[in-house]
């Protein structure tokens, strides 16, 4: 059941509105109605409303006021603008304030519905993608951590993959959004820093260090370094001895 808060400072457009909802009981009900600003933040803290129909101007706080104070304070509530023709600039301004609709009056009853049921429906999408978006970041971590731990071996894409429980694909494809570099680079660059920390301390051939760091071979080992260090392993070393 949708709940639903109808405010207008005249009654007819009330009457209409809630005459109307009577008529579709079984999807909505009215669980409160106000004329005025103050009483429509009021109303809604007490109800949790799902929707709320708001004119533009009423007294005290007018609509665009109370819109930014609801979706400020309850950005799951979605607001429509109820406005005559002549406010129909004034209510396209309301936008910056993320107001989920607008009707012009007067809407018919078709037209209500059909933008209440839009609104609802966008509003149910964005939480599922907001929960899919949670979920991913959290499986991202999961890749994350286990490079941190596991970078100096041998790790294949299908390994993170499964670990993510996403598809190769879309692993590298949402990897390289988050993180704007691909994993290859990822771990790349994390083999290399150690390499150049073990440059630096340890009493160790290039060779040795390139295994110790996860890299199959020393010529693999060059060009990668080469490449993200712009010198050699050996010319690094020996700047670092200087």
Request: charge should be negative; include cysteine.
């Amino acid at each position: 059941m949708v709940k639903v808060i109808i405010a207008d400072d005249e009654v007819i457009e009330i009457e209409y509105l809630h005459k109307m909802f009577r008529k579709h009981s079984e999807e909505f009900h009215v669980v409160g109605t106000a004329s005025n600003g103050e009483e429509v933040l009021r109303i809604v803290e007490e109800t949790n409303p799902d929707v709320i129909i708001l004119d533009i101007c009423m007294p005290g706080k007018d609509g665009l006021e109370v819109a930014e104070e609801v979706k400020r304070r309850f950005p799951d509530i979605c607001v429509i603008l109820n406005t005559a023709f002549a406010e129909f600039e004034f209510a396209r301004k309301a936008i910056e304030y993320q107001v989920d609709a607008y009707l012009l009056k007067p809407a018919s009853e078709t037209f209500i519905i059909e933008t209440i049921k839009k609104c609802l429906k966008k509003k149910k999408r964005e939480e599922i993608e907001e929960r899919e978006e949670e979920l991913g970041n959290q499986n991202l971590d999961c890749v994350i951590n286990y490079i941190e731990r596991h970078y100096n071996e041998s790790i294949s894409l299908k390994e993170l993959a499964n670990i993510a429980h996403f598809s190769p694909t879309y692993l590298s494809r949402m990897f390289n959004q988050e993180m704007g570099c691909t994993l290859c680079n990822y771990v790349n660059k994390k083999r290399i820093d150690n390499a150049k920390r073990l440059l630096i301390k340890a009493e160790r051939s290039i060779q040795e260090i390139a295994m110790e760091c996860g890299f199959i071979n020393i010529s693999h080992f060059n060009r990668v370094f080469k490449n993200l260090v712009g010198k050699s392993p050996m010319e690094y070393k020996k700047e670092s001895e200087k």
